[in-house]
């Protein structure tokens, strides 16, 4: 029987609720003309993550959904420097 503590669930949900939750975080950081830029740069990437998924999941071809499995990748790596870097900053 399997182990419901924790729950799986697809990639597709996984992304989609990891977009909603930048969006969260992204609320919290406080608002100055610095700020604003970055913001908007973090939840464009946060979210972007998701349709990157999609796209390459409906890729035609492999080539294709290699190159947006990459950029996917990237934008993940992205927001997770932008949120080690502000973890101390937001709280």
């Known amino acids: 029987m399997p182990n419901n ?9 996984r992304t989609a609720k990891f977009g909603e939750e930048v969006i969260k ?3 919290k950081i406080p608002k100055n003309p610095i700020t604003i830029s970055i913001i908007g ?5 946060g979210t972007s993550v998701g349709a990157n ?13 290699r190159i947006l499995w990459q950029e996917a990748k990237k ?3 992205i927001f997770n420097s932008i949120t080690n870097k502000s973890k101390n900053k937001v709280s």
């Open 5 to 13: 503590k924790n729950p799986k669930y697809d990639l597709e949900e």
């Open 25 to 27: 975080f992204a609320n």
């Open 41 to 45: 740069q973090l939840v464009d990437a």
């Open 53 to 65: 998924y999609c796209e390459a999941d409906d890729a035609e071809s492999k080539e294709e959904a």
């Open 75 to 77: 934008l993940n790596l």
